[in-house]
């Protein structure tokens, strides 16, 4: 079955250790997503590769970059994580107009959970 | 900028009964999507339902269904006959359709409310 894959599911890492999360899919759609969601929270886009232009939100810490070296990989990188960055990251695809038959509906990997020590 | 509100933080049906979840959501936009996402404990994120805002009728999607009052920024979610596999939290979001390219796609999600479905 098509899907978004991420890994690792679950990731620990220390404080200002630099981490990368990996997020794969096979659905072929142009779009690509970061979340973060915070316990309870709801998900907050971070930046949006829309083919290979990537557009940051506004409000995303420089700490938080992105890779997207092929359409069928993204990756997160947090250069030095902190306490307050620990979350669940999600990945997330969609198409585009003419793309697909339902474009816009994002589609979404079971996310990383990350830990800060 | 778009704002989503779920005023229920938390609700409860018995299985089997008919629960309605509430969204409210602001905006100046006139071209936009609406869904409801289910994010089940420990697992992934999936789409419920989508409503695009120039259509009337309101959209169905077997036991889930949409009251959608655009004058009022209102949508709401129906859910019927209840089950056991429903339990999750369920998020509202918003999406404004811009036909430029990059920054089109980008959810609004409420702050979700958690749905427990009781045996």
């Known amino acids: 079955d098509a899907m978004v894959i991420q890994n690792p599911r679950y990731q620990v890492t220390q404080f200002g250790k630099p981490v990368t999360l990996s997020c794969s899919q096979t659905?072929?759609?142009?779009?690509m997503y970061w979340y973060q969601q915070k316990s309870s929270q709801a998900p907050k886009l971070l930046f949006h590769?829309?083919?290979?232009?990537?557009?940051n939100e506004a409000d995303t810490p420089d700490n938080f970059q992105s890779r997207r070296p092929n359409t069928s990989f993204c990756f997160l990188d947090i250069r030095s994580p902190g306490l307050g960055d620990a979350a669940m990251y999600l990945c997330?695809?969609?198409?585009?107009?003419?793309?697909?038959?339902?474009?816009?509906?994002?589609?979404f990997g079971p996310g990383t959970r990350l830990t800060v020590t | 900028a778009q704002t989503v509100t779920q005023s229920q933080p938390e609700m409860s049906v018995q299985e089997a009964e008919t629960v309605t979840l509430s969204c409210t959501y602001d905006?100046?936009?006139?071209?936009?999507?609406l869904f409801w996402y289910k994010q089940p404990p420990s697992r992934q994120m999936i789409l419920v339902i989508r409503?695009?805002?120039?259509?009337?009728q309101n959209a169905t999607e077997n036991r889930f269904s949409v009251n959608f009052q655009k004058a009022a920024k209102s949508f709401s979610l129906k859910i019927s006959d209840s089950q056991l596999g429903d339990t999750a939290m369920y998020f509202c979001?918003?999406?404004?359709?811009?036909?430029?390219?990059?920054?089109?796609?980008?959810?609004?999600f409420g702050k979700g409310t958690k749905l427990s479905v009781i045996p």
């Open positions: 979001a918003f999406m404004k359709i811009a036909y430029s390219g990059a920054g089109s796609y980008q959810l609004t």
């Open positions: 905006t100046s936009e006139s071209n936009y999507y």
């Open positions: 659905l072929n759609h142009n779009v």
């Open positions: 590769y829309y083919d290979k232009d990537f557009n």
């Open positions: 409503q695009e805002a120039y259509k009337q």
């Open positions: 997330a695809t969609s198409t585009k107009p003419g793309q697909g038959a339902r474009p816009y509906e994002q589609y």
